[in-house]
T-cell receptor
Framework: KAGVTQTPRYLIKTRGQQVTLSCSPI?????VSWYQQTPGQGLQFLFE???????NKGNFPGRFSGRQFSNSRSEMNVSTLELGDSALYLC?????????????FGPGTRLTVL | AQSVSQHNHHVILSEAASLELGCNYS??????LFWYVQYPGQHLQLLLK??????LVKGIKGFEAEFIKSKFSFNLRKPSVQWSDTAEYFC???????????FGKGTRLHILP
């Protein structure tokens, strides 16, 4: 079966702009989690959505937001981009909540902020 | 605050050597424990997980991990590594069971052929 897909794979933006990233989970998975991966900070949890509800949120500013649609697809949005937002953004899906089930990761979206 | 620590950031071993990667977490309640691995050019994937029961769990490719509750540890082991084990390994406890997973900073393992 198809894995987790993320679009776009690469993105270049300038400071102050906003960006929307998309994630399509594995069919039948109800949880989608988002992570930011950087060389210095590693993998940091952004938020988790389960059945269209935000279940958990990491320690990121309000510029980072997300949502999940009824078909479990999810989007995350970053407004007023800063240089430090340059990172690989990973999406992961699971049947149950991420902390109770195996997560399947997508390839990530590489965001570069100039 | 809840946290996870992976003691080794970079490990270099020769093939057939034994491996142990340390992982400690700080949380006194119940936890679910995961090890994820990222092979070069591939997505992150599950290596093994522990929820309850036998504290010694086996995963893919001959890896195992032992949960020691008294030490808040979940160390990853493999008796004899192969060149194909070159990857980055992440310990990831989910504290309070349904709370978010916290990923460790990762350990880059390089196996010399």
């Amino acid at each position: 079966k198809a894995g987790v897909t993320q679009t776009p794979r690469y993105l270049i933006k300038t400071r102050g702009q906003q960006v929307t990233l998309s994630c399509s989970p594995i069919s039948g998975h109800r949880s989608v989690s988002w992570y930011q991966q950087t060389p210095g900070q590693g993998l940091q949890f952004l938020f988790e959505y389960f059945s269209e509800t935000q279940r958990n949120k990491g320690n990121f500013p309000g510029r980072f937001s997300g949502r999940q649609f009824s078909n479990s697809r999810s989007e995350m949005n970053v407004s007023t981009l800063e240089l430090g937002d340059s990172a690989l953004y990973l999406c992961a899906s699971s049947k149950g909540l991420a902390g109770t089930d195996t997560q399947y990761f997508g390839p990530g979206t590489r965001l570069t902020v100039l | 605050a809840q946290s996870v620590s992976q003691h080794n950031h970079h490990v270099i071993l020769s093939e057939a050597a034994s491996l142990e990667l340390g992982c400690n977490y700080s949380y006194g309640g119940t936890v679910n424990l995961f090890w994820y691995v990222q092979y070069p050019g591939q997505h992150l994937q599950l290596l093994l997980k522990y929820f309850s029961g036998d504290p010694l769990v086996k995963g893919i490719k001959g890896f195992e991990a032992e949960f020691i509750k008294s030490k808040f540890s979940f160390n990853l082991r493999k008796p004899s590594v192969q060149w194909s084990d070159t990857a980055e390994y992440f310990c990831a406890p989910a504290m309070n069971r349904d709370d978010k997973i916290i990923f460790g900073k990762g350990t880059r393992l390089h196996i010399l052929p």
